[in-house]
């Protein structure tokens, strides 16, 4: 089945950790993206990769970071110094030349 | 300034009823316009693409287009409780941040059986 994966579907942080949420996609599109939704807020970009090895930060990119080594995965990893990170994650990717974006199932992160 | 506003309801409807959901945008350079279906605790699904203006059609769902309003619809007929989410609509553009998505902040629609 062609698809998009997020792993783990629910994720606890420690205060002062650094924690990487996994994306995969066997689509084949060149386009993936991360985003976070908070309760009536709406989706917020954090990152978006046209391309493997070139990434560009969304409009909420700070206390994030990204990596696109391989066509098919780009993880998130939030780290330290994002201070609010209890959120819904989701990632999503678009073939090239569309403007159709299709989502994975999410990762809910959780701070203890 | 690129916006897209959408009520958040919630919108409550008996189960057979039509469902109109409304969203207005503000950018008139980002032409295409999506409708997204999310469930609870689920990522969002698509469920209609449109470029122009006018209806669109697909099974009990009409998206409509208005854009010398900059008004963009989505009607569900014959409405079942399994329509029962939150629905997101979306404006994007081709060409310069390609693939770039602004999103509504969702409507929420519960179906009473």
């Known amino acids: 089945d062609g698809g998009i994966t997020q792993s783990p579907k629910y994720l606890f942080r420690k205060e002062g950790q650094n924690v990487t949420l996994s994306c995969e996609q066997n689509l084949n599109h060149d386009a993936m993206y991360w985003y976070r939704q908070d309760p009536g807020q709406g989706l917020r970009l954090i990152y978006y990769s046209q391309i493997v090895n070139d990434f560009q930060k969304g409009d909420i990119a700070e206390g994030y970071s990204v990596s696109r080594e391989k066509k098919e995965s780009f993880p998130l990893t939030v780290t330290s110094a994002q201070k609010n990170p209890t959120a819904f994650y989701l990632c999503a990717s678009s073939p090239t030349g569309k403007e159709t974006q299709y989502f994975g199932p999410g990762t809910r992160l959780l701070v203890l | 300034q690129k916006e897209v506003e959408q009520d958040p309801g919630p919108l409550s409807v008996p189960e057979g009823a039509i469902v109109s959901l409304n969203c207005t945008y503000s950018?008139?350079?980002?032409?295409?316009f999506m409708w997204y279906r999310q469930y609870s605790r689920k990522g969002p699904e698509l469920l209609m693409y449109t470029y122009s203006s006018g209806n669109k059609e697909d099974g009990r769902f009409t998206a409509q287009v208005d854009k010398s309003s900059k008004y963009i619809s989505l009607f569900i007929r014959d409405s079942q409780p399994s329509d029962s989410a939150t629905y997101l609509c979306?404006?994007?553009?081709?060409?310069?941040?390609?693939?770039?998505?602004?999103f509504g902040k969702g409507t929420k629609l519960s179906v009473k059986p």
């Open positions: 979306a404006q994007g553009n081709y060409g310069g941040s390609q693939g770039n998505l602004i």
């Open positions: 950018n008139s350079a980002f032409q295409y």
